[in-house]
Every structure is written in structure tokens, then in C-alpha cells.
């Protein structure tokens, strides 16, 4: 089995998980909370391994942090946590996005093709995220 870790945070919904990319401070671990919130399950936050199964890409926590979310100005925090999942999305929140319909983009890991959004700086972002795992995008 082939696995890497990455700089990234994971929360999972509806059996899928979206992997949050990007530098320290681009708002991983603040996505990752607002999504709880709002019913998502933590799979993994500021380490996330990845592993490539049947063509499939997963996500899963490394075993010191699994259950733990970093809130800045809070702490460490505990949280029920699953995995691994496999991954139906990567946000980029290094990148922010400028158009109000953007194009399909792309992103490789573990030489598979996963869909790749950049970071939306509104208050439904997290929402419009979870619903992507439910449904998809049209």
C-alpha cells in the first residue's frame, strides 16, 4: 500500500472525506471546526495520512494526534474521529477564489486525480462543503 503524510486537515461526511490543504495559518483547523459543527466528523487535523487502495485515495489520522483538533487561542481539543475515508474533494485554502462560478480544477495525489477547490472566504463556505460531499457539484 502506497501512503504519505501530508500538511493537511480532513473532516469526513456522508462516508467522503475533503482534505484541507495549505500553509500554517491558511485556516485548515478553522474549517475543520466550523465543519464539525455544523455535523462533520473529524478524520484528521494538521497531519493526514493519505494511502492509495485499489485506485481509491484515503484519509486517516497518524496515531498521536487521531481525536485531537488544534483551536488557536483554545487549545487542543478532543473529538470523536473516523477513518480512514476515502477522499472526494482537496480544498486549497493557500489559494482563494475569485470567481463566482470557477472552473473544475484538479489536484494529484498519490497519482490519482482529485477534484481541487480554493478557499472561499464566506460564512457558508464549511456549509457549501458538506453539501459537496452529499451531492457532488453540477
Not at 502506497?2 to 475533503?18: M, P, R, Y
Not at 483547523?29 to 465543519?35: H, I, K, Q, T
Not at 485554502?93 to 472561499?120: D, F, G, H, N
Request: include cysteine.
Amino acid at each position: 500500500m502506497e501512503q504519505t503524510i501530508l500538511h493537511a486537515s480532513a473532516v469526513s461526511c456522508a462516508g467522503k472525506a475533503v482534505v484541507f490543504t495549505g500553509h500554517s495559518g491558511s485556516g485548515k483547523s478553522g474549517m475543520a471546526l466550523e465543519m464539525m459543527a455544523l455535523g462533520g466528523v473529524l478524520v484528521s487535523d494538521d497531519r493526514t495520512v493519505v494511502s492509495l487502495e485499489q485506485g481509491q485515495v484515503y484519509a486517516s489520522a497518524p496515531v498521536a494526534i487521531k481525536g485531537l483538533i488544534e483551536a488557536r487561542g483554545v487549545g487542543i481539543l478532543s473529538a470523536q474521529s473516523v477513518g480512514p475515508v476515502a477522499v472526494s474533494l482537496v480544498v486549497d485554502m493557500s489559494m482563494l477564489e475569485t470567481a463566482r462560478l470557477p472552473p473544475e480544477r484538479e489536484t494529484i495525489i498519490l497519482a490519482q486525480s482529485l477534484p481541487l477547490l480554493y478557499k472561499v472566504e464566506s460564512r457558508y463556505f464549511p456549509a457549501a462543503i458538506l453539501q459537496y460531499l452529499r451531492q457532488c457539484r453540477v
